[in-house]
């Protein structure tokens, strides 16, 4: 039985945001066709045969009593072979077809398909005819690109059944029917599977259980791997003002996180940083393969030029993508770049709407859409007769108005997500990078994922962790008595705190995202640095309390290397740092024997 079309007309037009009426019929979140150009549109409100439109395109030229018609379904992507190294828009248009097909600019009305319907997939069958599947079941295998095998599975609104038909192994379309399922106990209801399918944007796709977050996704950047984890299947949030870093900061992550699959949505970015992306991007090699990064990426470009009702498309776009993968059974890492920029959509949204305004003119529903979008991250089992784990973890960029981490979107932010890298625009005028401010930040994933390092890489990684961030604190606490009193005043005990922090922060933290060498630190090569700042720190105390003048310990050859100990090379780094120990420990007995030889003289 076929839908009956529903077919209105203009009858009010306020930026982004039309009105229609003969809209009966319809339902919240159906996408229309609207105007004489077909713009794309979802229906945000209804009110008896009234139905508030948002348009994703630009609205200008629309004109009251132009035909608005439903398509009755809900704004929904496609989900199958040919995602990775793809870039689409808000609502999955593939921007280089697009670019084909109209120019650089998107012309209004342009439609699209997310997948290529012409290119043929290699299609491996892991199911025979009689076999019984359910929901989430992998029936199949494409090798979509080198580094990621795509499992083709049963979708989740499909109920289970026996397979009473499936192809051989060979080349097929992903419109090309691989499979039939007899459902249930019914002799004669049947269902064809193809090897893709639509999934609606705002539904979160279901999983069969949550697990608690326990294991760590590993960044590569030292600041946020020991002081400030965040978990697979996690939340974090990167606040900062202009300039701070935020986008440097989410590459680094898509980049070297160790996530099988990363989704970057660029929503309400400025074109040049989103064109920074997609030049860049294509050209990244995957440090663990050698292969092109594009290979397990997938990117949704929306820049701030583009209509704001997209923003809020492109934000769920990512997610129900970043989810497909994670239902394969995948890590996958999406990054959102800003969140920020979409509440300033859905701000201006709602004032079209004319709805209540809530703290600084953002929705009241702004804390429920933030939690919505974020509580879709997790580390779950799956669908399917076989216990599969994958995870989804999601990091957020938030702009803040001149970093006033104090407004509603960052403090709602914060209630939410269990990861706060503090970004501070002070760092960031000392070209101290990433400038994440190890005061002001913090990881309540700390416990859970501590057991993973203790375990794989040091049994006293949470001690030497803590002892660290203590010492951090102390010398921050001299630094205020400096500003009033000098260093020359400190005591040699204090002075030698203060050479502590030093050589944490320059040593430790600051860590460039554009040195060969330096942008990416192994876990043990993590925990081996801070080991020999700590253990430089307990032969400095040592050498102090004996009489050392903290010029001569400062001025040993050993605290140099100890200063260049990112640099050294990931592969062969210990055997370098082994040197640095002993070399250091050397200098450090000389420097006792002497001073004690000094004293026996003077006495």
Known sequence: MTKKTVEGKIIRISGPVIEADRMRGAKMYDVVRVGDEHLIGEIIRLNEDIATIQVYEETSGLKPGEKVVSTNEPL?????????????????????????ETGDFISRGVEAYALDRKKRWHFKPLVKKGDRVQSGDVIGEVQETSLILHRVMIPPDVPGGVVKSVVDEGDYGIEDEIMVIKLGNSSDKVIGIRMFHRWPVRKPRPVAEKYDPSLPLITGQRVIDTFFPVAKGGTAAIPGGFGTGKTVMLHQLAKWSDANVIVYVGCGERGNEMTDVL???????DPKTGEPLMNRTVLIANTSNMPVAARDASVYTGITIAEYYRDMGYDVAL??????????????????????????????????????????????????????????????AVSPPGGDFSEPVAQNTLRIVKVFWALDADLADKRHFPSIN???????????????????????????????????????????????????ALPPREKAFLETGRMLREAFLQQSAFHEVDTYCPEKKQYDMLRIILSFSDK??????????????????????????????????????????????????NLIKKQNSNMTKGE
């Open 76 to 100: 929904s992507v496609e989900l199958g072979p040919g995602l990775l190294t793809n870039i689409y828009d808000g609502i999955q248009r593939p921007l280089p077809a697009i670019k084909d």
């Open 438 to 488: 190890w005061l002001k930040s913090y990881s309540l994933y700390l416990s859970e994922v501590s057991s993973w390092w203790e375990k794989k890489i040091g049994g006293d990684w949470l001690g030497l962790r803590n002892k660290a961030m203590a010492l951090l604190q102390k010398e921050s606490e001299l630094q205020e008595i400096v500003k009033l009193v000098g260093p020359d």
């Open 540 to 589: 400095m105390h040592e050498a102090v309390e004996k009489g050392v003048h903290m010029d001569d310990i400062i001025s040993i050859k050993s605290r140099e290397l100890i200063a260049r100990m990112g640099t050294f090379s990931n592969i062969d780094f210990e055997k370098h740092f082994k040197e640095i120990e002993q070399n250091m420990e050397k200098e450090i007995d």
């Open 335 to 396: 990054m959102a770049d800003s969140t920020s920029r979409w509440a300033e959509a859905m701000r201006e949204i709602s004032g079209r709407l004319e709805e209540m305004p809530g703290e600084e003119g953002y929705p009241a529903y702004l804390a429920s859409r933030l939690a919505e979008f974020y509580e879709r991250a997790g580390r779950v089992r799956l669908l399917g007769s076989k216990k599969i784990e994958g995870s989804l973890s999601v990091m957020g």
């Open 279 to 285: 030049r860049e991007f294509p050209e990244l090699e």
